[in-house]
């Protein structure tokens, strides 16, 4: 048999409908072990447990379930409120402020939320001024 012969072959075969059969079968087989080992490689990498550090939290940052920063406010560096009362607010979890009429600040979530009265807090607090707004 010729190479010509076999490649004719094969492709009348992939007209019928058991190949095509034949071609779904091998699509749900190759998803699911792909899924399968997916699933186990996840497994593996998550029994590390994650433990978080709040030793490298700034003094004026608000810990959670308090209403005011613990820290002094060495150097007239006014507090971060909990409470929706000041011009600029930045996320804890982030290293951008925000003026809180800025699209961008709108968009953080309540819960990561600090404000700052001043620019000078924000920034003493280790923040930059975000270039969005």
């Not at 699911?32 to 550090?53: H, M, P, Y």
């Not at 060495?74 to 971060?80: D, S």
């Amino acid at each position: 048999m010729s190479i010509h012969n076999i490649t004719q072959k094969i492709k009348t075969f992939s007209n019928t409908p058991l190949a095509k059969d034949i071609y779904i079968l091998l699509i749900i087989f190759l998803v699911g072990t792909t899924s399968f080992g997916l699933g186990r490689l996840s497994a593996r990498e998550s029994q590390d447990s994650v433990k978080i550090d709040y030793s490298a939290v700034p003094d004026l940052l608000i810990k959670p379930g308090s209403t005011k920063a613990s820290g002094s406010s060495a150097g007239g560096v006014q507090k971060a409120v909990s409470s929706g009362s000041g011009a600029f607010v930045a996320s804890k979890r982030g290293k951008k402020y925000y003026a809180t009429d800025c699209a961008a600040a709108k968009s953080l979530s309540d819960a990561n939320k600090i404000y700052f009265t001043t620019e000078a807090d924000a920034e003493n607090a280790g923040y930059q001024k975000s270039t969005s707004c």
